[in-house]
C-alpha cells in the first residue's frame, strides 16, 4: 500500500502546474515529487541513477502525473537536456526544486581536492545550472517557485566537514542573490534547511561522525544528537515535503529570500 505524502490541504493545489526536483530517485526528493504529484502537479524527477525510473513508474501506477530522467546535475548539457524536456512537455515551468546533494566525512588531513571540488559541484554549482536552465521556463509563468536544499551546516559548520558546510552556506547566498534578481520576472527564491532526517545520508552520518566523535557504536551517536531536538524526533521525508509544498503554495506569495529551517527546533532564528 503507497503512502500519501502530501497534507490534503494542498489536495488540488497545483492542479494544471509543473515541477522538476532534482536528487528525486529516492529519500526526500522522491518524497518531494510525489507530493506535489498528489497535490495535482505534473513532475519531472531528475536522478543521476536508473532507480528515478522506476520511482516515477511507481508514481504513474498510483495514478500520478510523473516522469524520470536521468542526468548528472553537474553536467551543463545534461541540465539543458532536463529543461528542453520540461519545455517539450509544458512549453513553461512553475516549480524547480534543487534537491541533489551528497555529503562525505574526512580529517582534514584526508581530504582530497578532488572529493572538496565534487561536493561543491553538486550542492552549489549544480543548483546555478538548474537556476540558470529554468528560469526562461519560470518566466513565462509569471509566477515561478525555485527551492533550493541547504541545511543546518548552512547555518553552522560541523566538525570534519568543512567542503559541505562551505557549499551549502553557498546555497543560502545564491538563494538570496537570485531572489533579488529574478523578483521583477515573477519568480520566488527559498531555501530549506533540514536537520536530522530519517534517510540513508543519515545512516553514513551517523556512522562516520561516530566514529570520529569517540567510538559510537552505529545508533549511539544519532540518539545522543535526536535526544537534544526540541521536538525530540528526526524529521521524515514528507516533513520536508509539506514545507515545500507551502513554499510553493499562493499562499507563500510574499516570501522569497528566506532559508527556512525545519529541523525540531536545533536551529532557532
Not at 54 to 59: F, H, R, T, W, Y
Not at 71 to 86: H, I, K, L, P
Not at 236 to 249: T, V, Y
Request: hydrophobic content about 45%; proline content about 3%; overall charge negative.
Amino acid at each position: 500500500m503507497t503512502t500519501t505524502v502530501a497534507s490534503p490541504m494542498y489536495a488540488g493545489h497545483f492542479a494544471g502546474r509543473s515541477a522538476v526536483i532534482t536528487g528525486a530517485g529516492r529519500g526526500i526528493g522522491l518524497a518531494v515529487g510525489r507530493a506535489f504529484a498528489e497535490s495535482g502537479a505534473s513532475v519531472l524527477l531528475v536522478d543521476r541513477d536508473a532507480v528515478v525510473e522506476d520511482a516515477a513508474e511507481q508514481l504513474r501506477a498510483d495514478g500520478l502525473d510523473a516522469h524520470g530522467i536521468r542526468a548528472d546535475v553537474t553536467d551543463e548539457a545534461a541540465m539543458r537536456g532536463v529543461f528542453a524536456e520540461a519545455d517539450e512537455r509544458w512549453s513553461s515551468l512553475d516549480v524547480l526544486v534543487n534537491n541533489a546533494g551528497i555529503i562525505t566525512i574526512s580529517d582534514l588531513d584526508d581530504l582530497s581536492l578532488d572529493d572538496f571540488q565534487r561536493v561543491l559541484a553538486v550542492n552549489t554549482t549544480a543548483m546555478f545550472l538548474g537556476c540558470r536552465e529554468a528560469a526562461p521556463l519560470l518566466r513565462r509563468s509569471r509566477s515561478g517557485v525555485i527551492l533550493n536544499a541547504a541545511s543546518g551546516q548552512a547555518r553552522q559548520g560541523f566538525i570534519f566537514t568543512p567542503h559541505y558546510a562551505a557549499s551549502k552556506f553557498g546555497v543560502i547566498g545564491l538563494t538570496q542573490s537570485l531572489a533579488k534578481e529574478l523578483a521583477k520576472d515573477g519568480i520566488r527564491v527559498n531555501a530549506y534547511c533540514p536537520g536530522i532526517v530519517q534517510t540513508d545520508m543519515w545512516d553514513y552520518n551517523d556512522r562516520e561522525w561516530g566514529r570520529r566523535l569517540g567510538h559510537y557504536a552505529p545508533g549511539e551517536l544519532i540518539r545522543e544528537w535526536i535526544d537534544a531536538i526540541p521536538l525530540k524526533r528526526p524529521a521524515e521525508a514528507k516533513d520536508i515535503a509539506n514545507l515545500l509544498l507551502f513554499l510553493a503554495s499562493d499562499a507563500a506569495e510574499y516570501i522569497t529570500g528566506q532559508a527556512v529551517n525545519i529541523d525540531g527546533g536545533m536551529f532557532m532564528n
